[in-house]
């Protein structure tokens, strides 16, 4: 059946760190892709997606890459900060009416 | 900027009682979910609506009901709350208009409600 397998966390980075998160996923057809991102206290946001295969999304200094062959989206930033500290999830939508197939979420916690 | 408004952000109710939690967009879109979420489960689709008086069943439907009388407008009722449905709900919306991106999308996510059944 579908679904999204992401990294458990927390992942514990210092600041200006290499952040990597991965995600695979298991679906029929051909999904878009997307990572949302939780701060504290709020709801979820769109970080960025990408739509088909070797599509590249970025947004904010975080990059994914579609890979069909590998089924994976990884999410990777080249220098974090605190304020990145969140929870970031994986998901995909492979169905009419854009229903979103959810990872568990990685907690991202990135110290001074 | 769109903007998705849930009704409460923190509710405590009692074993037995009916639950409606309400959630408002203001960008006319046709798609609404509500999804529960959960440590370690991530986010679950509880039921969804694409279009008004149109509901339909997600992942988790069992103990929850939904009502969409107007489109900006989606509810999620808990007909007689259980300890087991202690979570933090949370409400989106997206649009269909994009027909070329129909499965790309962008869903727009309400702050959430956390529910403690007592």
């Known amino acids: 059946g579908n679904s999204v397998t992401q990294m458990e966390g927390p992942v514990t980075l210092s600041e200006e760190a290499f952040l990597t998160i991965n995600c695979t996923y298991t679906?029929?057809?051909?999904?878009?892709l997307f990572w949302y991102v939780q701060y504290p206290g709020e709801g979820l946001q769109l970080l960025l997606k990408a739509t088909k295969a070797d599509d590249k999304g970025s947004n904010k200094g975080f990059e994914a890459t579609y890979r069909k062959e590998t089924t994976s989206f990884h999410l990777e930033k080249g220098s974090v900060q605190v304020s990145d500290s969140a929870v970031y999830f994986c998901a995909f939508s492979n169905t009419g009416f854009q229903k979103l197939v959810f990872g568990t979420g990685t907690r991202l916690l990135v110290s001074p | 900027d769109v903007k998705v408004t849930q009704s409460s952000r923190y509710l405590v109710k009692r074993t037995g009682e009916k639950v409606f939690l309400e959630c408002v967009q203001d960008m006319d879109h046709e798609n609404m979910f509500w999804y529960r979420q959960d440590p370690g489960l991530g986010l679950r689709l509880i039921y969804f609506s694409y279009d008004v008086k149109m509901k339909e069943k997600g992942d988790i439907p069992e103990g929850y009901s939904v009502s969409r009388e107007k489109k900006e407008r989606f509810s999620l009722i808990l007909e007689s709350a259980s300890t087991n449905q202690t979570s933090m709900y949370l409400c989106?919306?997206?649009?269909?208009?994009?027909?070329?991106?129909?499965?790309?999308?962008?869903?727009?996510f309400g702050p959430g409600t956390r529910l403690l059944v007592l």
């Open positions: 989106a919306s997206s649009s269909t208009s994009n027909k070329r991106e129909r499965l790309g999308e962008t869903q727009y």
């Open positions: 679906a029929t057809g051909y999904p878009s």
